[in-house]
DNA sequence: ATTTAATAAGTGACCACTCACTCATTATTA
DNA sequence: TAATAATGAGTGAGTGGTCACTTATTAAAT
């Protein structure tokens, strides 16, 4: 256990149930301290403070402070936002065929309660992004996946049936994440309680709106 | 002068043209590793060694490491943004009354020459960001001054001939400087040579086409 | 000659990380 | 069952190194 690499502990569960009390004190700590302070300005004897344990546990349990960082941010980049998407495709195919705006709205709707319940990992994922060239290769990986995922047949779908521009999936998919990346999250992000309804509503209002008046 | 803060000394003049050689050697080298390798990790050792200056003679010229970051952002975020957006709608004023794509165009064109202009300050701008209150607040109070500009009843133009959709001001700028952060930020900021007239004509098409098919 | 600029060699603080050791629990032996 | 041995998670006082920043000294400029 001890020399197993803590990538392959995580990919290997997510649900932390194989996780030992000191492991997920350990993780939950740095998690709030990382999101609060940023990476580089949290120092180990921080996150062993808060996590109640001495600074030699925290090596015991992760060999080095990026392990810590790893273990945060890769089952949330490969698990647990994959998941939310699946979960959300799912969601759709159970409703009767909505119009793309209906579509749109749930869809918002379910990314922005993700992204309340996952404030402080995108905290982190946000300011650890622009210095970790590898942090964005595996996340365009993940977004690969996205497009060949049933969400492609999705969108195809509405394009068929003309309810959608034709362009190309991945252009789609980044109009989509870019506007409530730029317009959504930085609600989330600010903390405080959120209206989710209303949120999503205007958010799509705003994504579909586009510039040009419809008269 | 070593008793006066940088802040005072750059708002009194951007153009550089009272820096000592020295002040300029040590911007310009913190320009370069802060863009490269953030803040944090850039020690005042490396600034001094890369700017072929001792160590003592930073400090001379800087009170503090913070400073040095103050002296490079703060005249970006008054003076050299806000030029930019000045220039941008004396070049308009001067056009014939152009159609809204033909405005955004040019618009598109001008920042993303700025931007490539100010690579390394966007970038530190960018990491920094997420981590300083401050500068949000900063950048907040500018954008209001864009909003009361010349810009602003420019886009009322718009508005009054239909060209443009009667939304308030303010989210009409979110909406333009978020989508063209999006879309067209990533690629400046990834380094390499770029087509401009390309790019800002598919940024365009981006913005403007929205989601909805125009058939 | 006097002021200013520049330097090299510090200084204490803090950093990530280690290691010799403790001690509660479990396995083995008698 | 009782005594002993083995185990390994947990500890906290280090360790070497790096950090931002200072200071005593020298060089340059006026």
């Known amino acids: 256990m001890a020399n197993k690499n803590f990538t392959t502990l995580f990919s290997e569960s997510l649900d932390q149930s194989d996780l030992s009390a000191k492991q997920q004190a350990v993780l939950r700590a740095s998690l709030e301290l990382f999101s609060q302070k940023g990476f580089d300005r949290t120092s180990t004897r921080d996150?062993?403070?808060?996590?109640?344990?001495?600074?030699g546990t925290v090596y015991k349990q992760?060999?080095?402070?990026?392990?810590?960082l790893k273990a945060i941010l890769e089952p949330f980049i490969h698990q647990v936002l994959p998941k939310a998407v699946t979960e959300f495709i799912v969601d759709m195919s159970q409703s009767t065929t909505p119009t793309i705006d209906e579509f749109l709205e749930i869809a918002v709707k379910n990314r922005m309660q993700f992204a309340l319940d996952?404030?402080?990992?995108?905290?982190?994922?946000?300011?650890?992004?622009?210095?970790?060239?590898?942090?964005?290769?595996?996340?365009?990986?993940?977004?690969?996946?996205?497009?060949?995922?049933?969400?492609?047949?999705?969108?195809?779908k509405y394009q068929e049936d003309g309810q959608l521009v034709d362009w190309p999936l991945q252009r789609i998919i980044q109009y989509i994440f870019g506007t409530v990346l730029t317009y959504l999250?930085?609600?989330?992000?600010?903390g405080g309680e959120l209206d989710i309804d209303k949120a999503s509503k205007e958010t799509v209002e705003f994504v579909m709106g586009g510039l040009k008046p419809t008269k």
């Open 47 to 55: 996150i062993a403070d808060r996590a109640a344990v001495s600074e």
């Open 62 to 68: 992760f060999k080095t402070k990026d392990g810590i």
């Open 118 to 156: 996952n404030r402080q990992q995108l905290r982190i994922l946000l300011q650890e992004i622009t210095r970790d060239a590898n942090l964005v290769s595996l996340i365009s990986k993940e977004a690969v996946n996205i497009i060949n995922s049933p969400l492609g047949n999705f969108i195809r």
């Open 185 to 190: 999250l930085p609600k989330v992000l600010a």
